[in-house]
C-alpha cells in the first residue's frame, strides 16, 4: 500500500515520518548541528544562485540579497 504524503496550504514540503522519528532521537545539540549545515548550505546555494543570475553585482549587492532573502523569504 503506498503511503499518502499529507499536505496542507501552509506547509511547503512534509518530514518524512522516518526522517521525523531519526531527528526526534538526536540530542538537542546534534540537532542544532544538522540545522546549522542545513543553514549554511542554504546559504551556500542561494548565494551561487543569486551569483549566476546578477553576475554583474558586486559581492555586497550579492550578500544584501541573499540577507534579504533568508531573513524575508
Known sequence: M?????LDTGQIEVIDDACARIYASKSPAERLKIASGMWR???KLL???IKSQ?????EQEVCREVSRRLSHG
Open 2 to 6: 503506498k503511503k499518502k504524503l499529507r
Open 41 to 43: 548550505s542554504a546559504k
Open 47 to 49: 548565494t551561487l544562485s
Open 54 to 58: 546578477y553576475p554583474h553585482w558586486s
